[in-house]
């Protein structure tokens, strides 16, 4: 036996795209004619022209805004590190809400093929690195379940590929931000983000420590640091789970990033201070790692709310540093790595 509850979600809306795939496959078209118009209406009244006229083209106006408000969450995502762990369709909201999350989780070391679900574990379909993709595969299906009121798949088909172009755009934009640069330079960032993007990776690398940290580094000079090439500043050290794995030949391509960071943070002109301030607007001090729920929970089966609610608390300002919360803001300790709701969790947890 174990303590159940009664959960209540509280949304705008629960439309999701599911909905208009009902309709679409049952051959109801009328139905589904009528639900959008209701969607219109009473999620998008902003689209609505003076005349309140419902049109072909008003569908498509709504599937573009639709497109741009999904992959805009996905950025967002991407951004801090937020697994939704089971993207089907009917889980993914009209009004790009994160809505429907079961199995979530947040990213502990970086690793783009890693998922929360149990049940996705073989395939990891809906594993961090592959949820832009999945969010533009259930556009497309979305696109098909309307496709009957637009009697043509090009219009369809051309906002498709606008979501992709802007996602790429919100995500360069989100990943200059996340180091403090007001511009994303294609030639020259790419490679920039790239790398690092690898060094997280290739060494267990907690990803909300170590950009929270990266904002208060010193940076080294472009030009010199040949005495400094195997040295890791002392705020990143916190940030590995495996520091056994820090070899010396990582300790000089961190540092060569390093440098190349710090030229590019120079060219921008932005100063330490301001970068810092940037960076700390968009990369948070504090999310819900598995293993803080799972504690939560644990206190909670017991009679003990306390740390559910300084949790809740503490989540309410997740960008603000709050001495008192430091211990939370810590890597996932190694007993957890592997235990049961701090780890993976089924679709039924």
């Given at each position: 036996?174990?303590?159940?509850?009664?959960?209540?979600?509280?949304?705008?809306?629960?439309?999701?795209?599911?909905?208009f795939?009902?309709?679409?496959?049952?051959g109801?078209?009328?139905?589904?004619?009528?639900?959008l118009?209701?969607?219109?209406?009473?999620?998008f009244p902003?689209?609505l022209?003076?005349?309140g006229?419902?049109?072909?083209?008003?569908?498509?106006e709504w599937?573009?805004?639709?497109?741009?408000?999904?992959?805009?969450?996905?950025?967002?995502?991407?951004?801090?590190?937020?697994?939704?762990?089971?993207?089907?369709?009917?889980?993914?909201?009209?009004?790009?809400?994160t809505?429907?999350?079961?199995?979530?989780?947040?990213l502990?070391?970086?690793?783009?093929?890693w998922?929360?679900?149990?049940?996705?574990?073989?395939?990891?379909?809906?594993?961090?690195?592959?949820?832009?993709?999945?969010?533009?595969?259930?556009?497309a299906?979305?696109?098909?379940?309307?496709?009957?009121?637009i009697?043509?798949?090009?219009p369809?088909e051309k906002?498709?590929?606008?979501?992709?172009?802007?996602?790429?755009?919100?995500?360069?934009?989100m990943?200059?931000?996340?180091?403090?640069?007001?511009?994303?330079?294609?030639v020259?960032?790419?490679?920039?983000?790239?790398?690092?993007?690898?060094?997280?990776?290739?060494?267990e690398?907690d990803?909300?420590?170590?950009?929270?940290?990266?904002?208060r580094?010193?940076?080294p000079?472009?030009?010199?640091?040949?005495?400094?090439?195997?040295?890791i500043?002392?705020?990143?050290l916190?940030?590995?789970?495996?520091?056994?794995?820090?070899?010396?030949a990582?300790?000089?391509?961190?540092?060569?990033?390093?440098?190349?960071?710090?030229?590019?943070?120079?060219?921008?002109?932005?100063?330490?201070?301001a970068?810092?301030?940037?960076?700390?607007?968009?990369?948070?001090?504090?999310v819900?790692?598995n293993?803080?729920?799972?504690?939560?929970?644990?206190l909670?089966e017991?009679?003990d709310?306390?740390?559910?609610?300084?949790?809740?608390?503490?989540?309410?300002?997740?960008?603000?540093?709050?001495?008192?919360?430091?211990?939370?803001?810590?890597?996932?300790?190694?007993?957890?790595?592997?235990?049961?709701?701090?780890?993976?969790?089924?679709?039924?947890?």
């Amino acid at each position: 036996m174990e303590p159940g509850a009664v959960v209540c979600r509280v949304a705008p809306s629960f439309t999701r795209f599911g909905h208009f795939q009902i309709f679409t496959a049952r051959g109801e078209i009328d139905l589904l004619r009528r639900f959008l118009d209701y969607t219109l209406k009473t999620d998008f009244p902003e689209l609505l022209p003076p005349s309140g006229k419902l049109s072909r083209d008003l569908y498509l106006e709504w599937f573009d805004t639709v497109c741009r408000r999904t992959m805009e969450m996905i950025v967002h995502w991407m951004r801090v590190g937020f697994v939704h762990g089971v993207m089907n369709t009917d889980n993914m909201s009209v009004l790009g809400l994160t809505i429907d999350y079961g199995p979530y989780g947040w990213l502990e070391g970086y690793d783009p093929h890693w998922t929360p679900n149990t049940t996705d574990a073989t395939g990891r379909r809906y594993r961090f690195g592959h949820q832009p993709r999945i969010a533009l595969w259930n556009l497309a299906q979305l696109a098909g379940a309307i496709a009957p009121l637009i009697d043509a798949s090009d219009p369809l088909e051309k906002r498709l590929g606008e979501a992709v172009d802007h996602y790429q755009r919100r995500w360069e934009a989100m990943m200059a931000a996340k180091l403090g640069l007001a511009t994303f330079r294609p030639v020259s960032d790419m490679p920039l983000v790239t790398e690092m993007l690898n060094l997280l990776a290739v060494v267990e690398t907690d990803m909300t420590i170590f950009f929270r940290r990266l904002a208060r580094v010193a940076l080294p000079s472009p030009e010199t640091g040949g005495a400094q090439t195997n040295a890791i500043p002392d705020l990143l050290l916190d940030a590995y789970y495996q520091p056994d794995q820090v070899t010396g030949a990582y300790r000089k391509r961190l540092h060569d990033w390093l440098r190349a960071y710090a030229r590019r943070v120079q060219e921008e002109g932005v100063d330490e201070e301001a970068r810092r301030r940037g960076m700390h607007r968009v990369n948070p001090k504090y999310v819900l790692r598995n293993y803080l729920a799972q504690e939560a929970i644990d206190l909670a089966e017991a009679g003990d709310f306390s740390r559910v609610d300084t949790l809740l608390e503490l989540l309410r300002h997740p960008y603000h540093s709050q001495p008192e919360m430091e211990r939370f803001a810590a890597r996932r300790p190694e007993w957890a790595r592997h235990r049961p709701g701090c780890s993976m969790l089924s679709c039924s947890s």
